[in-house]
């Protein structure tokens, strides 16, 4: 996965199972500086992991085992080891990508760049999350969908109880005058922006203007951190926004391609299936056949 990181830090995160939440073991000592726009959360399961947060070294936590860890979206980290091996139990979620959520974006923006749960200080609060992360790791893998919806809850759960711990008092935001780190904070505000008004009709220059930059500028500065353009990653969300609805909503196509953003059929059809290989009623029909195969 390392190889997914650009020369900005940026990482891509590529789902395998789930739309929008990935959850792996991982027993890597050191992994580099890296950002993404999801939520991380990580649950130490064995040996220590020092994370070190926005290339500063006076900004650096060290987990036990029993730890949770919540690295907000935007976040400059890397991980660091004392000793080789640990294992950690990983969970990444596209929390700006689905309407079923969305309510919790804007709680999200009051957290700070990290929350740290030590299992000897919360034990009882943190007892209760690594039962929701175990029962997430037991699920993933299943074909059910119901048990999808069971997934996205669970990851609601936690995020829900990590808020509600103020983990504003939990530990202090990170303070750091950097350049590439105010970059990725008013990026990760024009996306954070994007995915909320997906239906709206959204211009470059309107989101330079959010961003406080010219329109050249931002678009050159978007496409060097996010590895594509502005306009491509507008598109992007649009489409998912679309598959969503399409797999879990009875809304008519023309319905669909208004409410994603997309104020014309054609283009709705045209940019759908150069992305998917298919229309989108193909791709419903094949969606819906998935899940009947599945049950």
Request: hydrophobic share 35%; glycine share 6%; aromatic share 10%.
């Amino acid at each position: 996965m390392i190889s997914d990181i650009n020369e900005q830090a940026r990482e891509d995160i590529f789902y395998d199972t789930l739309k929008g939440v990935l959850l792996y073991h991982n027993t890597l000592s050191e992994y580099p500086l890296h950002w993404h726009n999801e939520v991380e959360l990580i649950l130490i399961v064995s040996g220590t992991l020092n994370i070190k947060f926005h290339n500063d070294t006076q900004s650096m936590i060290c987990c036990n085992p029993g730890d949770i860890v919540l690295i907000a979206p935007g976040t400059l980290h890397e991980y660091l080891s004392d000793t080789p091996g640990g294992e950690k139990l990983i969970l990444l979620f596209d929390i700006g990508g689905y309407s079923q959520v969305s309510s919790l974006v804007p709680l999200l923006k009051t957290l700070p760049p990290y929350v740290h749960i030590k299992q000897n200080e919360y034990p009882l609060e943190n007892a209760r999350l690594q039962n929701y992360f175990w029962e997430i790791d037991r699920l993933y893998g299943e074909s059910d969908e119901f048990l999808h919806i069971s997934v996205y809850s669970l990851v609601t759960l936690i995020l829900a109880q990590i808020g509600s711990m103020h983990p504003n008092d939990v530990t202090s935001a990170v303070v750091n005058d950097d350049p590439q780190r105010k970059n990725i904070d008013k990026l990760v505000s024009v996306t954070n922006y994007i995915d909320s008004h997906r239906s709206d009709d959204l211009s470059v220059e309107q989101l330079a203007e959010i961003a406080g930059f010219s329109k050249f500028h931002f678009e050159r500065l978007f496409k060097s951190y996010m590895g594509i353009s502005c306009y491509q990653y507008i598109t992007k969300r649009r489409v998912l926004m679309a598959q969503e609805l399409l797999g879990d909503t009875d809304l008519s196509v023309m319905d669909i391609a208004m409410q994603s953003g997309f104020f014309s059929l054609s283009t709705f059809n045209r940019v759908f299936k150069d992305t998917n290989g298919c229309s989108p009623t193909e791709y419903r029909k094949l969606y819906r056949a998935g899940a009947d195969l599945k049950s």
